[in-house]
Nanobody, 125 residues
Framework: QVQLVESGGGLVQAGGSLRLSCVAS????????MAWFRQAPGKEREFVAV????????YYADSVRGRFTISRDNNKNTAYLQMNSLKPEDTAVYYC??????????????????WGQGTQVTVSS
């Protein structure tokens, strides 16, 4: 499995922006599709976005489409989540995930075999 470490979380006011980073190590980065999930207190972990191995294809949850952008830099073994126009309901722990398979319908946590430790994002109203 690939090892993943997230960073970039923090406290931001509604309407603000944050960029999360996920650095991968241990395996060939380009072998993995990269995704972001989030989990709010008392809720299940939910899909946010996924990017294909080369970065050319992306899918988003309806709740973040148009506000969040997922990307990757294969030269830096890093995936990103740019979050704009943040809302209080975006408050959650954000997790980076990786798997060798990529498809639009792979949006469940069980579809991804490698996970980071998470980074807290808090959006104040």
């Amino acid at each position: 499995q690939v090892q993943l470490v997230e960073s970039g979380g923090g406290l931001v006011q509604a309407g603000g922006s944050l960029r999360l980073s996920c650095v991968a190590s241990g395996r060939t980065f380009t072998s993995y599709a990269m995704a972001w999930f989030r989990q709010a207190p008392g809720k299940e972990r939910e899909f946010v976005a996924v990017v294909s191995w080369g970065g050319g294809n992306t899918y988003y949850a309806d709740s973040v489409r148009g506000r969040f952008t997922i990307s990757r830099d294969n030269n830096k073994n890093t995936a990103y989540l740019q979050m704009n126009s943040l809302k209080p309901e975006d408050t959650a722990v954000y997790y980076c995930a990786a798997d060798t398979m990529f498809a639009n319908n792979r949006r469940h946590a069980r579809d991804f075999g490698s996970w980071g430790q998470g980074t807290q994002v808090t959006v104040s109203s």
